[in-house]
């Protein structure tokens, strides 16, 4: 599984709870948060994805989060 889809698959799971990049790196075990920023910039906007600055289901700090709403 590619690392976009892993990241897409996650965001998913969370259903509707926001999740930060750093969140995202950290979940994943990714080596640097670029590498989910690249990803969850895309994600904005297409297919249910938001990304907007609200706060972070998992770290409540509040910054740009990417959430999924079916
Ligand atoms: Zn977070």
Do not use: W, Y
């Not at 990049?21 to 994805?49: E, H, I, K, M, Y």
């Amino acid at each position: 599984m590619t690392i976009a889809r892993q990241i897409e698959a996650l965001i998913q799971r969370l259903d509707g709870v926001a999740i930060c990049d750093d969140c995202v790196t950290d979940r994943l075990n990714l080596s640097v948060r670029s590498q989910a920023n690249v990803v969850t910039r895309g994600l904005g906007g297409a297919n249910g994805f938001r990304r907007e600055k609200q706060p972070c289901g998992l770290c409540s700090s509040i910054k740009v989060s990417t959430s999924h709403h079916r």
